[in-house]
Every structure is written in structure tokens, then in C-alpha cells.
């Protein structure tokens, strides 16, 4: 009851309801955040392992450099990749579909029919409907409503690899950064904290403009970013004993 009165006196002061949907910041905000993330993240976990390997404080900078370098040359390539081989299937979907569209035009109709029901329109009204929708643009009422593909949400390689690569270069920059600006004997603490302030700070960003909960945001990049870098620590400094 409490609840209820809360939202009558917000929709009372605020009568025009808020339609910012975020759906169409889902291609770049995606590779955003997975580049800047990695780039955080594997950045520091190479700092701090090849410094827990006893590596002299130039041998550390060099490696997070060239991390830095391969890094977002990798995650441009895989995005542009892995974003193409999905608009080569839109593609085909979008051929297979104008075939359909010019050999099986009533069963195209009666598939859209069919769809209209199962959303909850009666059978005559879900038959006008798609006849009228088809008569309007008959490609894009099945891109959208049979195969679920849209305008906004359709594969942009470039974009994507951009964002990507461009993410990842700024996330990386940040710990290596700190290690420049550290002494060897600090590198891994601080590197090891500053970075995870960094995810934090990431988490709350991409959850905003996400339209997401800030506090789940945070908690589960800091998470995974903090096992990271404690497992590459450990394996640095084992190999580290092993080969010295």
C-alpha cells in the first residue's frame, strides 16, 4: 500500500511518463563495456603477474605496453569478426524471407496471422492486421515480428570493432598508468587496488547508461576482475620460482 501511494504521488507530480527506452545502445554499449572491461582487467592481471615473477620494473612496463598494443588489435578483430558472421546470417535470413515473401505469399500472411494470435489479438483482427501491415511493408513486418530483427539492434561490425578497440585502449591505459607512476616495489598493490576502483567506477557507468542496477554493476565486475587478477598472481609467481 505504501508502494502504491509512492508511485500515484511521483506519476502525480510527474503526470508525462518517462520513455527513454536504452534497447538501441545495446551493439555499442555491449562492446564498450566487454573492451573496456578486458582491457582492466587483463592490463593489471599482466602487470601484476609478470611482476610477481620478479620482473624488473622496465620488463613490466614493456609487457603491459605491448599487452596494451595486442589487446586492442585482438578485440577489434574478434568483434569485427564475430559481429559480421552475425550480419551474414541477417543477410541470409533477409534473402530467404523476400524469396518467401514473392513465392508464398499466403502462407506469409497466415504465419504473420499466427504470430498476432499467440500475442493475444482475436483471429480476425490478427488476419487484418497482417494484411494491412503487409500491404504497408511486407519485409519488414516479418524482419521484425518472425525473425526479431530491427533497425536498431541490427550487426554493425565497423562500430562494433571501433567501440571495441577504442574501450579497451582507454580501459588498459588506466593500470598501466599507475604502474608508470609507481615504484616496482608498489606495482602489484597498487595496481591491484587502483583497478579495481577502476571496474567499480565501469560497473556503475555501463549500469547507468544501461538503465541497470549500479550496486549489482559494480559488485560483479570488481568480482570477476579481482579472481583475475589473483590467479594470474599466483601463476606469475610460481612460474617466477620455477624458472629463476
Same mark, same amino acid.
Given at each position: 500500500?505504501?508502494?502504491?501511494?509512492?508511485?500515484?504521488?511521483?506519476?502525480?507530480?510527474?503526470?508525462?511518463?518517462?520513455?527513454?527506452?536504452?534497447?538501441?545502445?545495446?551493439?555499442?554499449?555491449?562492446?564498450?563495456?566487454?573492451?573496456?572491461?578486458?582491457?582492466?582487467?587483463?592490463?593489471?592481471?599482466?602487470?601484476?603477474?609478470? $611482476? +610477481? /615473477? !620478479?620482473?624488473?620494473?622496465?620488463?613490466?612496463?614493456? %609487457?603491459?605496453?605491448?599487452?596494451? *598494443? =595486442?589487446?586492442?588489435?585482438?578485440?577489434?578483430?574478434?568483434?569485427?569478426?564475430?559481429?559480421?558472421?552475425?550480419?551474414?546470417?541477417?543477410?541470409?535470413?533477409?534473402?530467404?524471407?523476400?524469396?518467401?515473401?514473392?513465392?508464398?505469399?499466403?502462407?506469409?500472411?497466415?504465419?504473420?496471422?499466427?504470430?498476432?494470435?499467440?500475442?493475444?489479438?482475436?483471429?480476425?483482427?490478427?488476419?487484418?492486421?497482417?494484411?494491412?501491415?503487409?500491404?504497408?511493408?511486407?519485409?519488414?513486418?516479418?524482419?521484425?515480428?518472425?525473425?526479431?530483427?530491427?533497425?536498431?539492434?541490427?550487426?554493425?561490425?565497423?562500430? $562494433? +570493432? /571501433? !567501440?571495441?578497440?577504442?574501450?579497451?585502449?582507454?580501459? %588498459?591505459?588506466?593500470?598501466?598508468? *599507475? =604502474?608508470?607512476?609507481?615504484?616496482?616495489?608498489?606495482?602489484?598493490?597498487?595496481?591491484?587496488?587502483?583497478?579495481?576502483?577502476?571496474?567499480?567506477?565501469?560497473?556503475?557507468?555501463?549500469?547507468?547508461?544501461?538503465?541497470?542496477?549500479?550496486?549489482?554493476?559494480?559488485?560483479?565486475?570488481?568480482?570477476?576482475?579481482?579472481?583475475?587478477?589473483?590467479?594470474?598472481?599466483?601463476?606469475?609467481?610460481?612460474?617466477?620460482?620455477?624458472?629463476?
Amino acid at each position: 500500500m505504501q508502494l502504491s501511494l509512492e508511485l500515484y504521488i511521483v506519476n502525480q507530480n510527474n503526470p508525462t511518463p518517462n520513455h527513454l527506452h536504452r534497447s538501441h545502445r545495446v551493439g555499442w554499449l555491449r562492446a564498450s563495456v566487454m573492451g573496456a572491461n578486458d582491457g582492466i582487467v587483463s592490463t593489471a592481471s599482466l602487470l601484476i603477474g609478470v $611482476a +610477481a /615473477a !620478479a620482473a624488473t620494473h622496465n620488463e613490466i612496463l614493456i %609487457a603491459g605496453i605491448a599487452g596494451v *598494443v =595486442a589487446g586492442a588489435m585482438s578485440m577489434a578483430a574478434g568483434e569485427y569478426v564475430s559481429v559480421c558472421s552475425q550480419a551474414d546470417t541477417e543477410k541470409a535470413d533477409i534473402e530467404m524471407e523476400k524469396h518467401h515473401l514473392e513465392n508464398h505469399t499466403d502462407f506469409e500472411v497466415q504465419e504473420l496471422t499466427d504470430i498476432y494470435i499467440e500475442r493475444g489479438l482475436k483471429p480476425q483482427l490478427a488476419r487484418e492486421v497482417a494484411e494491412q501491415l503487409m500491404a504497408h511493408d511486407a519485409l519488414g513486418a516479418h524482419l521484425r515480428d518472425e525473425l526479431g530483427i530491427h533497425e536498431r539492434t541490427a550487426a554493425k561490425p565497423i562500430t $562494433a +570493432a /571501433a !567501440a571495441s578497440a577504442a574501450s579497451f585502449t582507454v580501459g %588498459a591505459s588506466l593500470p598501466l598508468l *599507475v =604502474a608508470f607512476m609507481v615504484t616496482r616495489e608498489n606495482i602489484i598493490t597498487t595496481v591491484a587496488l587502483s583497478s579495481l576502483i577502476f571496474l567499480g567506477m565501469l560497473g556503475i557507468t555501463a549500469a547507468t547508461a544501461g538503465g541497470a542496477s549500479k550496486r549489482i554493476g559494480a559488485i560483479r565486475v570488481v568480482f570477476w576482475g579481482a579472481m583475475a587478477m589473483a590467479m594470474t598472481a599466483l601463476v606469475g609467481h610460481w612460474f617466477g620460482q620455477i624458472l629463476s
